[in-house]
């Protein structure tokens, strides 16, 4: 079984939409959550990350985390073709080590 | 900004070469990782450093070394390149603080002919 899952897609949303993409884990003693966005042929950076339960907001990216459903999401609202990406979420089992999931491909339509 | 620099974009090698991949952080971060990315296979930790001269493996380690002789320098090796090693690799580094992000170099993209 995975540890990170996330769905491939590609997620298509028209321009102006709110996208959301959508990661579950599997280790209960996760403590943090990252969300990576990478351009084809780019190395992953980092949007946004979480270590509480609720929401976090930052511009137009909100972080929204469930420990007790073991899901992480990312909403995106008023999405630009820029957005175009795969968004890859990661989770820290422990000792700084990172687990990525697949990443989801997310196409913004002008 | 911290600056993730891995020394090479492309690389061309032959089945059973010694190949080294470099990686240099400018901002003093305790944690080095290397990862590969391959499609539909997403990144995977081959090993990591906490510390100069200390390395831990991650969950790929067969066929790989690395080497960790200052504090900003990450070396990873393949001892004897294998065409199942062609991929793309990238260097990471964090702060050693609990929940800390990774920041990534531009990757390596390494093919084994």
């Known amino acids: 079984q995975k540890e990170v899952e996330q769905n491939s897609g590609p997620l298509s949303v028209p321009e102006g939409a709110i996208a959301s993409l959508n990661c579950t884990y599997s280790d209960r003693g996760s403590q943090s959550f990252f969300w990576y966005r990478q351009y084809s042929g780019k190395s992953p950076e980092l949007i946004m990350f979480?270590?509480?339960?609720g929401d976090k907001e930052d511009g137009r990216f909100t972080a929204q985390l469930n420990k007790a459903s073991q899901y992480v999401s990312l909403l995106i609202r008023d999405s630009q073709p820029s957005d175009s990406a795969t968004y890859l979420c990661a989770v820290n089992t422990g000792f700084q080590k990172l687990v990525f999931g697949t990443g989801t491909r997310l196409l913004v339509s002008p | 900004d911290v600056k993730v620099t891995q020394s090479s974009r492309y690389l061309v090698k032959r089945t059973g070469e010694k190949v080294f991949l470099e990686c240099v952080q400018d901002m003093d971060h305790e944690n080095m990782f290397w990862y590969r990315q391959d499609p539909g296979l997403g990144l995977r930790l081959i090993y990591f450093?906490?510390?100069?001269?200390?390395?831990e493996k991650g969950d790929i380690p067969e066929g790989y070394s690395v080497s960790r002789e200052k504090k900003e320098r990450f070396s990873l090796i393949l001892e004897s390149a294998s065409t199942n090693q062609t991929s793309m690799y990238l260097c990471?580094?964090?702060?050693?603080?609990?929940?800390?992000?990774?920041?990534f170099g531009n990757g390596t993209r390494l093919t084994v002919t």
């Open positions: 979480i270590y509480s339960n």
């Open positions: 990471a580094s964090s702060l050693g603080a609990l929940n800390s992000p990774l920041h």
């Open positions: 450093s906490y510390d100069v001269k200390m390395k």
